[in-house]
């Protein structure tokens, strides 16, 4: 079975400066990686996704995620963010070819001015 | 495209009442997921369907929940009775497999309240 750990439930950051959102996976098998955006009141939306090829992978809004297979780890990184990030971040895993989505539990994002 | 379709937005019900929520996918998807959000259990994939045919419903909590999707344009999920810990926001997302990218298109979601 999969499964995905975001290791932070809340990130406070001041606005301009860097951040990384934290998720580890558990597989046995090859899998596809996402991480999806939910602003309040919304439904979730795609920022970015791993399938395979180059380990960096570039999102909307200026964001990106490095696939690292031996740390079995996709985290998420934005080098300058925005008030308008303030949102909650959630990472996903699915087997290559399969229907389910497993969701990690969600990091909720706080840009402060 | 217009995108996923819930309805409806709110919810607000007694106890003991039957809730129908109503999901249009996207024209062309072929999968169908249902998802419940809530603050302490998080996302939960309730059913997901292929080709209108429902593949695994391991997530749905009870008897008391059912869903169908009689055409590739519709799909309800259904509560009969409701229960106060079945208040939660419902997820519809649709996608098409076979494109191999597994990516989730959602809406907007249906909040249910049950009193």
């Known amino acids: 079975a999969q499964s995905v750990t975001q290791l932070d439930s809340q990130v406070p950051v001041f606005e301009e400066a860097p951040v990384e959102l934290r998720c580890n996976y558990s597989?046995?098998?090859?899998?596809?990686l996402f991480w999806y955006v939910q602003y309040p009141n919304q439904g979730l939306q795609l920022l970015l996704k791993y399938l395979s090829g180059s380990t960096l992978v570039k999102g909307i809004n200026g964001f990106e995620a490095e696939f690292n297979k031996s740390q079995t780890s996709f985290h998420l990184r934005k080098p300058s963010v925005h008030i308008s990030d303030t949102a909650e971040y959630f990472c996903?895993?699915?087997?290559?070819?399969?229907?389910?989505?497993?969701f990690g539990a969600g990091t909720r994002l706080f840009v402060k001015a | 495209d217009a995108g996923v379709i819930q309805s409806p937005r709110h919810e607000v019900t007694e106890m003991g009442q039957e809730v129908t929520l109503r999901c249009k996918p996207i024209s062309g998807h072929n999968s169908l997921f249902w998802y419940r959000q809530t603050m302490m259990r998080g996302l939960e994939l309730l059913i997901y369907f292929n080709n209108n045919v429902p593949i695994d419903d391991s997530g749905m909590p009870e008897d008391r929940f059912s869903a169908k999707m009689p055409n590739a344009s519709f799909s309800t999920l259904k509560i009969q009775p409701s229960e106060p810990r079945d208040s939660a926001v419902y997820f519809c997302?649709?996608?098409?497999?076979?494109?191999?990218?597994?990516?989730?298109?959602f809406g907007e979601g249906s909040r249910l309240t049950v009193l």
């Open positions: 597989s046995s098998v090859s899998v596809y």
């Open positions: 997302a649709s996608s098409f497999l076979g494109l191999g990218t597994g990516e989730l298109f």
């Open positions: 996903a895993v699915s087997i290559t070819g399969g229907f389910k989505t497993i």
